[in-house]
């Protein structure tokens, strides 16, 4: 009879184990959490539903997104990028220069190409030399920051290409390119991490490294690929914000780092590495920028909205490691 009556317990309680880690149960909190901020600004500003507003925040969230989707699959591989808003920074700088002295393609794969190339590096210290992403990307902060003010003398880079701004300022029937682009980005990182190999190989190495590495999975060449990845990515974000912004500047993706980590810890991905999706992180995204939009509309500072995506942060590494203890 006692037997029985563990056995219950254990079944009840391997069930609520599941239940507390679902991504399910993470996607719902996510889309709930949405609509109450959708009402909420809605009542407090009736310019939120409108259609021009709307754009706005499929335009503004479509770069943290491209980045996001880079972001996720390092954090899943058991790393993190913190040099992200200033290697956006100096591949606008160059990108731009190029652009303006060798035209509009010439700067696209140029602003690709510089994007893998520091991610390809930044892959190889942390994979081949063995160095903490956190020590790596660091130090990519403060060089990349340093290269693009040397390089732009501080300064913006203009006269561009006319036909650049499209990328930035375009629409597809009503739908601005910049969430087009976004949209395609995470249909093939879902895709990509879903039903292929290498995604299995990144959740594989997040979840344990040394058991991956001992079934086979060449874990070195990996996480170069992983970050080279996330670098081009990087380069397309670049190039549809130096678009939005008509110019070149050295300090042009100041901050995106620490949202991209906000909205991809917000989609239930595990810091440690090895759980979470590309999906909840684009529910993470949407409510980032909802969170944004709302708070323009209503006038709050910008130095407040700094503040409150450093508790977001806090909060869900927080519900994260209660989730973990849970489990």
């Keep these: 009879m006692s037997d029985a009556i563990d056995s219950m317990k254990s079944n009840h309680s391997s069930l609520a184990s599941r239940f507390v880690n679902s991504p399910y149960l993470t996607s719902i909190g996510l889309v709930g959490v949405i609509l109450a901020m959708a009402?909420?600004?809605?009542?407090?500003?009736h310019n939120f539903y409108s259609s021009t507003n709307l754009r706005n925040v499929a335009r503004q969230t479509s770069i943290l997104g491209i980045v996001a989707c880079g972001q996720t699959m390092i954090i899943l591989s058991g790393g993190f990028d913190l040099s992200v808003g200033m290697?956006?920074?100096?591949?606008?700088?160059?990108?731009?220069?190029?652009?303006?002295?060798?035209?509009?393609?010439?700067?696209?794969i140029t602003g690709i190409l510089l994007g893998m190339t520091i991610g390809m590096f930044n892959g190889f210290m942390v994979a081949k030399a063995g160095l903490p992403a956190f020590i790596v990307t660091l130090a990519m902060y403060s060089a990349a920051r340093g290269?693009?003010?040397?390089?732009?003398?501080?300064?913006?880079?203009?006269?561009?290409?006319?036909?650049?701004s499209f990328l930035g300022a375009g629409q597809l029937f009503t739908i601005p390119i910049?969430?087009?682009?976004?949209g395609l980005v995470f249909i093939f990182c879902a895709l990509l991490m879903k039903k292929t190999k290498f995604?299995?190989?990144i959740y594989s190495i997040g979840g344990n490294e040394h058991a991956a590495l001992y079934s086979g999975v060449p874990v070195i060449n990996m996480k170069i690929w992983i970050w080279t990845l996330h670098g081009a990515l990087i380069g397309l974000a670049t190039l549809v914000l130096t678009s939005r912004a008509v110019s070149g500047h050295a300090t042009l993706g100041e901050g995106l780092e620490?949202?991209?980590?906000?909205?991809t810890v917000i989609g239930g991905t595990t810091l440690g590495g090895g759980k979470g999706s590309i999906t909840n992180t684009f529910l993470g995204v949407v409510a980032m920028g909802i969170l944004t939009n709302g708070l323009n509309?209503?006038?709050?500072?910008s130095y407040y909205q700094m503040v409150l995506i450093g508790v977001i942060i806090a909060g869900a590494v927080f519900i994260?490691?209660?989730?973990?203890?849970?489990?």
């Design 39 to 45: 009402v909420i600004f809605s009542m407090l500003n």
């Design 87 to 108: 290697v956006i920074g100096l591949i606008s700088v160059v990108s731009s220069m190029v652009m303006v002295d060798y035209g509009l393609w010439a700067g696209v």
């Design 147 to 164: 290269l693009a003010l040397i390089i732009s003398g501080g300064l913006p880079i203009t006269d561009m290409p006319s036909a650049f």
């Design 178 to 182: 910049p969430a087009v682009i976004a």
């Design 199 to 201: 995604g299995k190989h």
């Design 258 to 263: 620490l949202e991209s980590i906000a909205a």
């Design 297 to 301: 509309l209503i006038n709050v500072s």
């Design 320 to 327: 994260d490691q209660l989730r973990s203890h849970k489990s």
